[in-house]
T-cell receptor
Framework: EAQVTQNPRYLITVTGKKLTVTCSQNMNHEYMSWYRQDPGLGLRQIYY???????DKGDVPEGYKVSRKEKRNFPLILESPSPNQTSLYFC????????????FGDGTRLSIL | AQKITQTQPGMFVQEKEAVTLDCTYD???????LFWYKQPSSGEMIFLIY??????QNATEGRYSLNFQKARKSANLVISASQLGDSAMYFC???????????????FGTGTRLQVTL
């Protein structure tokens, strides 16, 4: 089954404790992206990648890191999480092209205390 | 400047009626794609329908259709024969083409919460 898999689905942690949210897709998509969703703000892009070893900042990259060592994986790293990073996070992937819909993972709800 | 504007934070519709969710966009790029996503209370993002900037016909997918008015830069989603399961958050999004021929990020509106009533 074609899918984008994120883990964990839920995480409660404390300020400053490094964490990684994994994302994997099995559709051979070149493009992968991370979004955060906050009430009243819609989805905002954190980072994206158009290919292996090619990553770039989105609209709200501060406090996050990503890597793209393999085509299928695009982990999101919070080196020193803070409470303002409490949010619902989505990983998405697609083929390149403005006519390509992005396929989303089920989301990761992060709470930073 | 806001690239995608959804002016209806919430909408109500009776079961079996049709409803239109508004979306306007802003771009100077001649090549772009417009998308609608549904987010039920369970949280996942479900792709509904796509409209390309060069498409002559309005897109349709089952009970979903897109009323695309290019000159007005609007891409309204029409849901016909509403069902209780249509109650969800709906997001309009746009993807522009880059100079390299690939696609930029997906830019989202703030969403419209639709509630279908009996």
């Amino acid at each position: 089954e074609a899918q984008v898999t994120q883990n964990p689905r839920y995480l409660i942690t404390v300020t400053g404790k490094k964490l990684t949210v994994t994302c994997s897709q099995n559709m051979n998509h070149e493009y992968m992206s991370w979004y955060r969703q906050d009430p009243g703000l819609g989805l905002r892009q954190i980072y994206y990648s158009m290919n292996v070893e090619v990553t770039d900042k989105g609209d709200v990259p501060e406090g996050y890191k990503v890597s793209r060592k393999e085509k299928r994986n695009f982990p999101l790293i919070l080196e020193s999480p803070s409470p303002n990073q409490t949010s619902l996070y989505f990983c998405a992937s697609s083929f390149l092209g403005s006519n390509q819909p992005q396929h989303f993972g089920d989301g990761t709800r992060l709470s930073i205390l | 400047a806001q690239k995608i504007t959804q002016t209806q934070p919430g909408m109500f519709v009776q079961e079996k009626e049709a409803v239109t969710l508004d979306c306007t966009y802003d771009t100077s790029d001649p090549s772009y794609g417009l998308f609608w996503y549904k987010q039920p209370s369970s949280g996942e993002m479900i792709f509904l329908i796509y409209q390309g900037s060069y498409d002559q016909q309005n897109a349709t997918e089952g009970r979903y259709s897109l009323n695309f008015q290019k000159a007005r830069k609007s891409a309204n989603l029409v849901i016909s024969a509403s069902q209780l399961g249509d109650s969800a958050m709906y997001f309009c999004a746009m993807r522009e083409a880059t100079a390299a021929g690939t696609a930029s990020k997906l830019t989202f509106g703030t969403g419209t919460r639709l509630q279908v009533t009996l």
